[in-house]
């Protein structure tokens, strides 16, 4: 496997914020298990060599930093997500109860094929909020094509499949496509009330861009009313 992001500026930064040498820094990553020459440190922060990933965590515990920073970006990958919480791919392929090739296959293709369990398992493992679960499990067309299906037709029977695809409970999901199915049937008939109406062209044309644009906004929507356990505002029983 390839090594992880790094970045040499940070790796120093890091030590010097809490002022030990270089020496020191060795020394507490070898109390953890990782021994390493000082010039293989010094070789990391001018970029001359790169960590592994056993490396990479223990000169995180030793400059206690946390991994993102020492990487230099904020996590999107699932292998990104893995390293910030310190996971060795082993760990948590275990910790998952999926098979270790599998796991790597995911990693590499940024295809999830987990199953229900498994990707609740990862989400808990990894912290992810389903929003961020989303992204990482490359699902988001999924979830696109499942929210059109719902808000257009009987919202209830998607509630499980949108459910399991988030790796969270059905009574958010469902209180979310409810309000979303009533928002979606008043813009529906709005634009059906000016059709018979026989409005100008215009009014029409603003009415259906209106549609387009809560259309292409449906994930986000959806996703910032699933983050609240609460019914939201204004939503009544009943489709």
Known sequence: MSHPPFSPAQARAARLRIGLDPEQVVSGMAQLGV?????VL????SGTMAP????LFALADALWC???????????SLREHRLARQLTAERLARRIGMDLRDYL????DHRWN???RQTLLLADSLGLEPDELRGVIGRAGELDGLLRQAVEGRWKQHTASLARLLGTRERPVAQALRTLHQEYARLDERYMGHLVARSDDARLKEIAAERAAWL??????FLDLVGHDSPPPNVQRGE
């Open 35 to 39: 021994r390493r020459p000082v010039a």
């Open 42 to 45: 010094l070789a990391w922060e």
């Open 216 to 221: 292409n906004a449906l994930s986000d929507r």
């Open 114 to 116: 987990g199953t229900d």
């Open 52 to 55: 592994t990933e056993p490396e």
């Open 105 to 108: 296959r995911a990693e590499r």
């Open 66 to 76: 946390p991994v993102p920073v020492l990487m230099d970006l904020r996590p999107r």
